[in-house]
């Protein structure tokens, strides 16, 4: 904001996403096992159980903090030049672990 002539910039900035929530499948075996003297023996059966696919708002922050970093990185580098003036760095953050290879989502 400019405080000696009263004025200001006012950026709006919107995105949609379409999102949808990945299956939640919980595996199950049950294992029969009975022996004698002479004999054991041994039968298991497996089966796919789901599990209502649910959202928190733990996960719902997440999202807003993803689209809040994609706004202010587009803000400061195509629309004010904010980073090169300032010297800033305004690459995406690093979600690789340093140890492993494995990507967070």
């Given at each position: 904001a400019n405080q000696t002539?009263?004025?200001?910039?006012?950026m709006f900035w919107t995105t949609t996403a379409e999102l949808s929530l990945a299956p939640?499948?919980?595996?199950?075996?049950?294992?029969?096992?009975?022996?004698?003297?002479?004999?054991?023996?041994?039968?298991s059966q497996d089966w796919i159980q789901a599990v209502p696919k649910?959202?928190?708002?733990?996960?719902i922050q997440t999202l807003f903090n993803f689209f809040d970093i994609l706004?202010?990185?587009?803000?400061a580098l195509e629309h004010t030049s904010l980073c090169q003036v300032t010297g800033f760095k305004c690459d995406y953050p690093d979600i690789?672990?340093?140890n492993s290879s494995a990507l967070y989502i």
């Open positions: 002539t009263q004025k200001c910039s006012i939640r499948l919980l595996v199950y075996r049950t294992t029969d096992t009975s022996s004698n003297l002479f004999v054991t023996k041994s039968s649910a959202i928190t708002m733990t996960d706004a202010v990185r587009t803000l690789h672990s340093h």
